[in-house]
């Protein structure tokens, strides 16, 4: 993987794309290795995850670095020993994930709409019909409060808490209202895009475009 530089301290919404032919997470072994892998991780390489979806064959990440190499490394670092697992495994050589262009998601209103998003998408993936029934993401965590030993809550999330009387069900609540359908459509198609990602005031803009 091209190594990135990111502005450390920052938070940005990353996604990784599947490369392999056909399901990149075969099993339940798959989901566990990787995210115990990615969580074990996290300190060593300075990254704080504030959400994540581990997806048949996409990871959506937010997360922010702690210093400018930090994300790329963790992901290189990551990416190379489920390939390793993955490869041993199924008698395969690819290399299963590589990342899209990165976005920065500098503003609080945009990082907890991103939020939102990455702990929705199980909903188009998996035919799920609640949030709270997918395993491999950040959902059950961050809507009841549960301890967890990787994640790190983001200040927009900690600042939406600290203003309703029932947090937790008031987040819930938040998730549970679908985007704007046009809205969500877009936010999908840029997400994955292969080209480079919206300058940065464009992409702060357009996630507050369904509000006004």
């Not at 990149?24 to 300190?43: G, H, I, P, Q, V």
């Amino acid at each position: 993987m091209r190594t990135r530089v990111y502005r450390a301290g920052l938070t940005y919404f990353v996604v990784l794309t599947g490369q392999s032919c056909g399901t990149s997470f075969f099993d339940r072994a798959c989901y566990r290795f990787y995210l115990k892998r990615f969580s074990n991780s996290l300190c060593n390489f300075h990254v704080r995850l504030h959400a994540y979806s581990l997806l048949e064959n996409e990871i959506l990440l937010l997360a922010t670095p702690l210093t400018p190499s930090a994300m790329s490394r963790l992901i290189s670092s990551v990416n190379r020993a489920y390939s390793e697992y993955y490869n041993d495994r199924f008698g395969r050589t690819v290399s299963v994930f590589r990342a899209l262009p990165t976005h920065l998601v500098a503003k609080n209103k945009l990082a907890l709409e991103v939020q939102k998003y990455i702990e929705r998408a199980a909903l188009h993936n998996t035919g799920i019909e609640h949030p709270g029934a997918y395993e491999w993401s950040s959902y059950c965590a961050n809507s009841f409060g549960c301890k967890s030993s990787f994640l790190t809550p983001h200040g927009a999330y900690q600042k939406f808490l600290r203003a309703h009387s029932h947090p937790y069900q008031s987040y819930r609540e938040f998730v549970a209202r679908p985007f704007d359908a046009v809205y969500e459509d877009f936010l999908r198609a840029r997400f994955r895009s292969e080209s480079a990602g919206l300058p940065e005031h464009q992409f702060q803009d357009s996630l507050l475009v369904r509000d006004g």
